[in-house]
């Protein structure tokens, strides 16, 4: 054998121990989790224009921007001004022919690049009122309100303009989400997730709490926001009846329920994603579709633990954390949609003092290996 064959041997042994160690969940709910670490995506501005832009128009094209009324908002959404007249890439031409170069100065909002999706959200001429309701609307301020008070998600209900299938919608969903917290239970927090930087607040910090939002679909004060939900899927712009979207953490729905999918079946299980474990893994993984908001949410999570107690320290969590947790068939159950995870959980200490373990034979298994090949 010779002497690099031990070491290779090694390294795929290792390989193929790490790879099956689970990814445990960890045990703040989705909500929290999504709600400190997943920032909104920025949305896409574009100006399109030929020649010089007038005052007014340079004053409008500055407040999508970060010093201008964007910035003060903290309006996830970044701004590019193309001029026609110089000779722009192929696709700013293309995309300024698609939404119609008829009237300039444009502006045409799109979706984040990260959202996958290419439809534009939004086109029109560039003024300071239209850029101020792209930006901010009293819909998306009453849901940022409620966000920062700390709801776990609110339900926007886009209305069909049927009064009487709008009104059985709202019954149905505004009786689901109050039954829910009876019987629906947050995980308990684990002391060595609050250590690893996991989430700011203790299990007091927590709310098991929905709220309905009802939005009309022709109210003219919403309509880019009402295109940023109906651009969430290739065909709610067809849909005729109304619907639902789960809204939580810094401003993303998570999926639309329309028409009779709004029912207990599905309305459950988005909730019981929504409060239960999270996997902890990067946004895109995920489901949902990230909404423009106007807020600052780091003053947000901020402003919510000022009133919290303080949390304990590295030393009082090391001493009290248990060796392992054992999850009741109850709560595992509720948090299966989450996590994918049951059983038993151990601490990312034991974990690591596993590895660390196998890591040390390892190499002592080397060191022997090469003096036998000679």
Aim: proline letters at 7%; aromatic letters at 6%.
């Amino acid at each position: 054998m010779s002497r690099k064959s031990p070491h290779l041997f090694l390294l795929l042994t290792l390989g193929a121990i790490l790879c099956a160690i689970p990814a445990w969940a960890c045990s703040v709910p989705v909500f929290r989790y999504a709600l400190e670490h997943w920032a909104a995506a920025p949305f896409q501005a574009f100006v399109f224009h030929r020649g010089p832009l007038s005052e007014a128009q340079q004053a409008a094209a500055r407040d999508l921007g970060p010093d201008g009324l964007a910035g003060e908002l903290h309006a996830n959404i970044s701004l590019r001004t193309v001029d026609l007249d110089q000779d722009p890439p192929p696709e700013m031409l293309e995309l300024s022919h698609e939404a119609g170069e008829t009237s300039l100065p444009l502006l045409v909002a799109r979706f984040p690049a990260t959202n996958r999706l290419t439809s534009t959200v939004w086109s029109g001429p560039l003024t300071a009122e239209n850029v101020a309701q792209l930006l901010d609307s009293p819909a998306r301020q009453e849901i940022v309100e409620r966000l920062a008070e700390g709801e776990s998600t609110v339900w926007v209900l886009l209305e069909s303009g049927d009064a009487a299938r709008d009104s059985a919608a709202a019954e149905l969903l505004d009786a689901r989400l109050k039954y829910l917290p009876s019987v629906l239970q947050l995980p308990k927090l684990d002391a060595q997730d609050i250590a690893n930087g996991l989430v700011s607040v203790g299990q007091e910090g927590l709310r098991l709490d929905f709220s309905l939002f009802r939005l009309s679909r022709d109210d003219p004060h919403e309509q880019p926001f009402i295109r940023m939900l109906l651009g969430a899927e290739a065909d709610l712009k067809d849909v005729k009846a109304p619907i639902v979207f789960p809204v939580f953490c810094q401003g993303r729905a998570l999926y639309a329920l329309a028409g009779d999918g709004i029912k207990h079946e599905t309305i459950d299980k988005a909730a019981e994603f929504l409060i239960g474990k999270c996997s902890c893994e990067v946004k895109e993984r995920n489901p949902g579709m990230d909404l423009l908001l106007g807020a600052d949410w780091k003053a947000i999570v901020e402003s919510q633990i000022a009133g919290i107690p303080d949390l304990p320290t590295m030393a009082e969590l090391t001493k009290s954390a248990p060796v392992s947790v054992t999850i009741s068939a109850k709560s595992d159950a509720s948090s299966s949609t989450a996590s994918n995870h049951s059983g038993t959980r151990r601490p990312l200490l034991g974990i690591w003092l596993i590895v660390g373990a196998l890591i040390v034979t390892g190499l002592f298994v080397a060191s022997i290996f090469p003096r036998r090949g000679k």
